[in-house]
């Protein structure tokens, strides 16, 4: 299993280290290829620009900036396995944005994600990039599918999506990821994704905070909450909150 980080957005430079700084431990642990900073947004122009940013923090970080490579992906040209293999990275990092548009972008052909698994690559992934990074990826939505939509978190935090959207991910943790959760109040979201029966389990992740999913363990890292949802019953959920820095055991 490869190591996955799962940033829940935002970027105060006072908690890059704790954060972000987890991914890039990993990746200078066992360097031998890039790290691969893929992007993706409306123009290649505002995806050229995500990517130097995050090139930047990743750069500032420690990581040699010569081995940092920018990777635009989109709808017409999807990330393949094939384009990452040519690479040899040693780590992935997939920018924030368009929760949606990412998803167009990255989870056409999953290929990739099987590459990463087969070869022990890390991969980080921030907002949009944690999103997608799930078996079962939230897009975003705002109210209910229901014959009577509900409104259940504000309209602007529905990624451009009115209901409720659950779509295949990329498949490289099993439980669902929702992102900025404190500061949009998306754990709001999750919570009816879980209780919808769209998936079963979740997470949901602050600002400035991260997780790392190993084979036995997620660790929360930064300096907000993250928040665990689960079915309980018919129509139940529980909710667990942790703050960082804390342990969940998987087994």
Not at 93 to 104: A, M
Request: hydrophobic residues 45%.
């Amino acid at each position: 299993m490869t190591a996955v980080f799962l940033h829940g957005g935002g970027d105060d430079p006072d908690a890059r280290s704790i954060a972000f700084g987890r991914f890039a431990q990993a990746y200078l642990t066992n360097v031998r290829g890039p790290l691969l900073i893929v992007a993706a947004a409306d123009s290649e122009g505002e995806a050229q620009a995500t990517a130097g940013y995050y090139r930047d923090l990743f750069a500032g970080l420690n990581v040699p900036a010569d081995w940092l490579v920018p990777v635009i992906a989109d709808p017409e040209r999807p990330l393949t396995a094939e384009q990452v293999a040519a690479y040899d990275p040693s780590g992935l990092f997939v920018c924030g944005g368009s929760t949606p548009l990412y998803h167009r972008s990255l989870c056409a052909d999953r290929g990739w994600a099987d590459y990463l698994r087969a070869n022990a690559v890390p991969y980080g992934g921030t907002s949009a990039g944690a999103a997608i990074a799930a078996d079962k990826a939230i897009l975003g939505g705002w109210q209910t599918s229901e014959e009577t939509p509900r409104q259940f978190l504000a309209a602007g935090a529905g990624e451009g999506l009115d209901a409720l959207t659950v779509r295949p991910g990329a498949g490289l943790v099993p439980f669902a990821v929702d992102v900025h959760a404190g500061q949009a109040g998306t754990l709001t979201r999750l919570i009816h994704a879980v209780r919808g029966g769209q998936v079963n389990e979740g997470w949901a992740v602050d600002e400035d905070t991260l997780l790392a999913v190993h084979p036995t363990r997620i660790q929360i890292y930064g300096r907000g909450h993250a928040y665990r949802v689960v079915r309980a019953a018919e129509g139940r959920v529980t909710v667990r909150v942790f703050a960082a820095p804390d342990t969940y055991r998987l087994r």
